[in-house]
């Protein structure tokens, strides 16, 4: 079974803050992928990858920056957290198919 | 524009009411259609891909069917446990590192 794993499930900082959201797999895939979901909204993708070192930004990038230093570990930063970055973060892995990860609920205050 | 509809927004089932849930799609070439179940707090669970119009799959209750246009779900003989937010997603020729995701139909199954 394909397993992606992330760092915490429910997370708080504060504005300002700089935040770290951590993501493994386990499949030996090429791609990962960073999505926030808010209600209404749906899933929107924040950045992928598809090699190490290698990033794309998605559909809504500005604030986010990530890290990708191996190939089953995944990163989203926030350098300085935002009340609007309050969100629920899915990170996926997967070739052809996306696998996501249990998803950390972000609280900024 | 590469694009995903789905319909209904909301279901709301008795258990054992037989229905069925859409995803219309426009894309520049479908490289292939996923359908995912998300329970509310968590991460989507994948389901399945579709690859061609006419391609059926099947997993318990539910069989996904693909055309040309459109997917669509079908629930038979729901129970309460299988409500659940479902959604769909596809990957285009002029996308194929990313998938395109519908806003989801949340459907309810009371006993």
């Known amino acids: 079974d394909v397993k992606v ?42 950045y992928f990858s598809y090699d190490v070192k290698m990033k794309e930004k998605g559909d809504i990038p500005e604030g986010y920056s990530v890290s990708r230093e191996k190939k089953e570990r995944f990163s989203l930063i926030l350098e300085s957290a935002s009340t609007n970055q309050t969100s629920m973060y899915l990170c996926a892995s997967g070739n052809y198919e996306q696998y996501f990860g249990p998803g950390t609920r972000l609280t900024v205050t | 524009e590469d694009q995903v509809t789905q319909s209904p927004e909301a279901l709301r089932l008795q258990e054992g009411e037989s229905s069925s849930l859409n995803c219309s799609y426009t894309v520049s070439g479908l490289r292939g259609l996923f359908w995912y179940r998300q329970d509310p707090g968590k991460g989507p669970e994948f389901l399945f891909t579709l690859y061609s119009a006419g391609e059926e799959k099947e997993k318990e209750r539910l069989k996904a069917t693909l055309t040309k246009k459109e997917s669509f779900l079908h629930i038979t003989a729901p129970k309460p446990e299988d409500s659940a937010t479902y959604l769909c997603a596809v990957r285009s020729s002029s996308n194929t590192g990313k998938l395109i995701f519908g806003q989801g139909t949340t459907l309810q199954v009371k006993p």
């Open chain 1, 5 to 46: 794993t992330q760092s915490s499930r429910y997370l708080v900082k504060r504005t300002g803050e700089k935040v770290f959201l951590e993501c493994v797999q386990d499949m030996d895939h090429e791609n990962m992928f960073w999505y926030r979901q808010d209600p209404g909204l749906g899933l929107r993708l924040i």
